[in-house]
């Protein structure tokens, strides 16, 4: 059951970070950038910046989705620079 709501938590943050970088995708590509940018957004600012609440980060909570949609934001952002990304 984890996974599943993994699953639904990263289409969630991955859609919201979308809107939010003006982005197109699908539902696949915001799964996968929810995820990943949920655990970049935990790192980030829960390890490196010392955020307490951003180990919430993928959480179904309003700080989780916070961190979340805050960390796959910042991953579209890397992906764009990179030219990997849209």
């Known amino acids: 059951m984890g996974w599943i709501a993994a699953i639904i938590v990263g289409a969630i943050i991955g859609w919201l970070a ?9 539902l696949c590509k915001n799964i996968i950038v929810g995820i990943v940018g949920s655990s970049l957004g935990r790192w980030l600012f829960g390890d490196v910046l010392g955020i307490g609440s951003a180990y919430k980060a993928g959480d179904f909570n309003v700080v ?3 961190f979340g949609v805050l960390g796959a934001a910042l991953l579209i952002f890397i992906l764009r620079k990179l030219r990997i990304f849209d």
């Open 18 to 26: 979308s809107i939010v970088m003006k982005s197109e995708g699908g």
């Open 64 to 66: 989780g989705i916070f």
